[in-house]
């Protein structure tokens, strides 16, 4: 067996060079969140690290590259022999509620996933703590996902003295970190307030006096406050106001790596279901033409990939061909399917901007193969209980990507584990994915992801990828050292170093 040992430190600097000033709210327009902001270990996408990264902070966090470096932690070993990771943690850290940040915090938190069975601890064998700043963990075989993990919802800290004093409902409510701002309230559907916290283990830092999220669910409320001045800096917009935004001169940042990839779905594992029949698939995938709808609902500022993963990212494979719009193609394969005269299903999507636009558009082509759609959008808190956690639905259903950098622990969760399990999971696809996050080298591991992809696409249809949005960042021109929408993870943000020239 071939060991090998890595031994990383960081140090943490204020990214710009010029004297940033102290003082000042930011206000941040932000279109909606529901049921958690303060239990890390059940939050359900990049978003919700997004809004309450002035609160928690990670283990690891991510650059502009994708490179991973330790944040909370000082320094790390892995040894992929033993199939083990040392975590050597920075000391002088408290939480927000004055508990210690130690390794028994730490081995809480990730015991907390385990208790709620994230896809991203099954491979954990043991965490043991070695001294009060030090803990091992072993895995039950190698994984070259964990480290990553640890830059998003595993390697976020909460207060485990919160969660024993108050229980896990009021901890979904009330979050404590070690950030640099710590919570002041939340009103569901209209803002949550940050304020300064003084004990920050960074000295001199935060240099805001507090922030704020507002929520505007409404697109054109959100420019208008956006261009008041109301809100210093806005997020998941329209592509036709991000267009408008750029052309008029306002300071956007964005990271194609970030992109969130979305996608529809089959219930292609039930035999009952018409979408079990694999030219009905692929005759749906030639029908939509989702570069034209990309392009239109998103005033081409999103991408419609032909696989997951988007051109320039270690896992697209360049040999997928997909399904470009070819209706005629769609037509001749639904003719020698098993339902040449067509049938009647449900399209199951998520009330975010765009996507009624895109449902429409999606109803229309299938329209033309005999396919009666009828759309069923949903709130947020509808669509997760088919999406994940062993959910089934019957129909199509649209997917979203998280915005996470980690992309094959996505494949992991989405494509063998507990999401979209009404989606057949072909045993060489999943066996490809398993085998790559085990694989002892990176080419290995590439390899076997762009087979997944092939496997995913080509040979079986199970989802046809409508576009890959990145998570862009408008904000004003006196705003500095934002970090938002600059790293290819969309939820990662730098509130301790933000400053207002005002």
Known sequence: TTTTSTTTTSTTTTPTTITPKKGGTLYFGFQSIAGNIGYPATFAGAQFLQVTQPVFEQLFRIDEEGNFFPYLVESYQTDMGTKTILLKLRQNIKFHDNTPFDAAAVKWNIDQNIVEATSQVGNIDSVEIVDNYTLNIILKQWDNTF?????????????????????????????????????????????????????????????????????????????????????????????????????????????????????????????????????????????????????????????????????????????????????????????????????????????IPGEEQFALGMQAALKELKINVTLQPLEMAGWMPMARGGGTWDGLLATLGSGDINYLSQYNTRWCATWHMSMLKPTEMVTAIQQAIVAPDFDTMQELVWEAQSIMIDEYALQKMTQATSNHAVYQEYIHDLGLSTTPFAAMWTPADTWKDK
């Open 147 to 351: 480290l990553l993990n640890l830059a998003g919802n595993l390697g976020t800290m909460m207060s485990p003295t919160a969660f024993n004093t108050n229980g896990k409902d009021w901890c979904t409510k009330n979050p404590i970190g070690t950030g640099p701002f710590k919570f002041v309230v939340w009103d569901p559907d209209v803002i949550i307030k940050y304020e300064k916290f003084d004990g920050y283990w960074q000295a001199g830092k935060p240099y805001l006096d507090g922030i704020q999220l507002k929520f505007i669910k409404d697109v054109t409320t959100m420019e208008l406050s956006f261009r008041s001045g109301e809100l210093d800096l806005i997020t998941m917009t329209s592509g036709l106001l991000l267009q408008k935004l750029k052309n008029d001169g306002y300071s956007v940042n964005s990271s194609a790596l970030a992109a969130m990839i979305n996608s529809f779905a089959f219930s292609s594992a039930n035999p009952d279901s018409p979408w079990s029949d694999l030219k009905v698939r692929q005759a749906a995938c030639y029908a939509v033409d989702t570069i034209g709808l990309v392009e239109a609902v998103t005033f081409g500022q999103s991408l419609s990939p032909n696989q997951w993963a988007v051109p320039g990212h270690w896992a697209y494979n360049p040999n997928v061909v997909g399904y470009p719009y070819d209706m005629a193609k769609a037509k001749q394969l639904m003719a020698e399917s098993s339902y040449p005269n067509g049938f009647n299903t449900t399209y199951y999507y998520q009330l």
